[in-house]
């Protein structure tokens, strides 16, 4: 082969690799000098815990901005002062916004039995099933739960269950996502940012949205409680500052540039309603068996807000109430005792009451029975029971009675008292001596015991009134139970177990000696006397 002959082959060659070279180039495109940024698709879910009457204040900016939210409900506490009434719930959901559980009673749910920890679940969605409403989703209280309450909530046929604390927020998780994702990772335990509180601005709610936008996408859930400009209830968030971010929401989110909707939780989840389940029902204690758990304060419990395991403190008014354990007890040096004391006292009461729960500290009682309640106490002043009772549909307590009065005692004395027959739709009770003026009570082995089959009095009992004439004029106060703002009755209450006797317009009158006309008819047999 020639020289002119190889260099013309070549020349051959080296075009039908260029001929090849663009036929590969135009068939799989030529590549981009860099990627283009995509947007990923945000979900914005807002939240709302406990029911507080405030946060109707939300609800109208979120209505007026085509927005909607889930509203996480205490359903044991509707119609108490400071949160919502029932009617606002018809309200809320007839706008489109999801009615959601929150529990009975708002309990740390961590720290209950896995039969507690599924009353408290499946009575609060029963209950707001049963008015009406599809009750898709739960937020635990205080966003504390464990493998077993999770379980206990699925049991009840909620298709989600919200946490806190798991997500980026301007003041803490920083090495977090930005998002949960959907479906959730554990549709059990949704991931969220922690609550928005009072120093939270107009840019970390946006933020909250926007940066997951930038990142990978996903669900933020924002969890808000009180809309209100009074800093002291915090968690709160003025109003002007809600009204100005669903404004910006509404209109972000309109914008289809930035893939953002918003939805409530049970469709951003988007699993089918399941059916309604039965809370497990308590079973009451044996004849001759105190109900009473715990009943000489000798178990102490580190996720009780009162210390003592099936205590808590209870009161309503004026006044100011000082609770604690002393020791030695009744029946030896070692054993405690509950002590109160009562000073600057305009009215109201204060007490140690067994746990307003659904079973598990509170005595389960029948209805059409009578009880025999027992308390040991010393006092400085006069003392009397005061007496709540459990719905047995909806879990919620009320103010039922009290006994007559009791004289001051220097020595262990006990205090006994039967109550009138339970009457029909209760399954509960809680009671406690009380006082209603300055002074110190200090009580020991409580006892509740149905009549049939209650064991002997002891015989240093005091069973009737004896409380002198002027003992009961110069502790005479106005027992009408006045409106209390729901900061007071959550503080007195502590975390959330609510003494429901400072409900306003419900008539408390003193109890007079057994057997008079005005104690017959304090508190009727079969009727609810508040």
């Not at 609060?124 to 966003?143: E, Q």
């Not at 554990?186 to 909250?208: F, H, I």
């Not at 003592?308 to 030695?328: E, I, L, R």
Request: proline content about 6%; overall charge negative; charged content about 15%.
């Amino acid at each position: 082969m020639t020289k002119d002959q190889s260099f013309n082959r070549l020349t051959v060659i080296l075009a039908v690799l260029a001929a090849v070279a663009i036929v590969v180039t135009g068939l799989l495109g030529a590549a981009p000098a860099r990627a283009a940024t995509t947007t990923k698709p945000v979900t914005v879910s807002l939240t709302f815990d406990d029911g507080d009457a405030d946060q109707m204040q939300a609800a109208q900016a979120l209505q007026q901005n085509g927005l909607t939210a889930t509203f996480y409900i205490i359903t044991g506490y509707l119609n108490a002062p400071g949160y919502m009434q029932q009617s606002d719930l018809a309200t809320l959901a007839a706008a489109g916004n999801e009615i959601g559980g929150h529990s009975v009673t708002h309990p740390d749910m961590s720290a209950l039995s896995q039969a507690e920890a599924q009353r408290q679940a499946c009575q609060s969605r029963a209950t707001l099933s049963s008015w009406g409403y599809t009750v898709r989703s739960f937020a635990y209280p205080f966003a504390e739960s464990t493998t077993k309450t999770r379980d206990a909530v699925r049991a009840c046929g909620y298709t989600s269950a919200r946490g806190l604390g798991d997500v980026r927020t301007p003041y803490d998780c920083a090495g977090c996502v930005t998002a949960e994702t959907l479906p959730p990772r554990n549709a059990m335990l949704t991931r969220a940012p922690s609550q928005v509180e009072a120093n939270w601005t107009l840019a970390d709610l946006q933020q909250q949205v926007t940066q997951a936008k930038t990142d990978k996408g996903g669900w933020v859930q924002l969890t808000f409680h009180h809309i209100s400009d009074d800093t002291s209830l915090d968690p709160t968030t003025s109003p002007a500052l809600f009204a100005q971010f669903a404004q910006w929401l509404a209109a972000y989110s309109a914008d289809p540039a930035n893939a953002t909707t918003v939805k409530t939780v049970g469709d951003a989840v988007g699993t089918p309603v399941q059916p309604v389940v039965q809370s497990p029902v308590p079973v009451p204690a044996a004849p001759g068996v105190n109900a009473v758990q715990n009943p000489s304060f000798q178990t102490t419990s580190t996720t009780s807000p009162s210390g003592q395991k099936c205590w808590q403190y209870g009161g309503y008014g004026s006044n100011t109430a000082a609770f604690s354990t002393v020791t030695p007890g009744r029946t030896g040096t070692t054993t405690k005792a509950a002590s109160l004391t009562v000073s600057d006292h305009v009215d109201g009461d204060a007490k140690w009451l067994p746990t307003f729960d659904l079973g598990d500290c509170a005595p389960t009682v029948v209805a059409g029975h009578t009880y025999s309640l027992r308390e040991y106490y010393k006092a400085n002043t006069v003392t009397q029971f005061t007496v709540y009772l459990r719905d047995s549909t909806t879990g919620s307590w009320h103010y039922w009675t009290s006994s007559p009065w009791y004289a001051s005692a220097s020595t262990w004395t006990q205090a006994v008292w039967t109550t009138d027959q339970i009457p029909a739709g209760f399954d509960g009770i809680s009671f406690g001596l009380n006082l209603f003026s300055n002074g110190t009570l200090t009580t020991d082995d409580v006892a509740a015991y149905d009549t049939v089959g209650a064991p002997p009095l002891a015989t240093t009992t005091t069973t009737t009134n004896s409380a002198t004439t002027k003992a009961k004029a110069s502790s005479s106060v106005s027992r009408i139970a006045p409106a209390v703002d729901a900061l007071t009755v959550r503080s007195r209450a502590v975390l959330g177990q609510l003494d429901t006797s400072g409900m306003p317009g419900q008539l408390d009158t003193p109890s007079t000696p057994a057997g008079s006309a005005a104690a017959a008819s304090s508190a009727l047999p079969g009727t609810i006397a508040r």
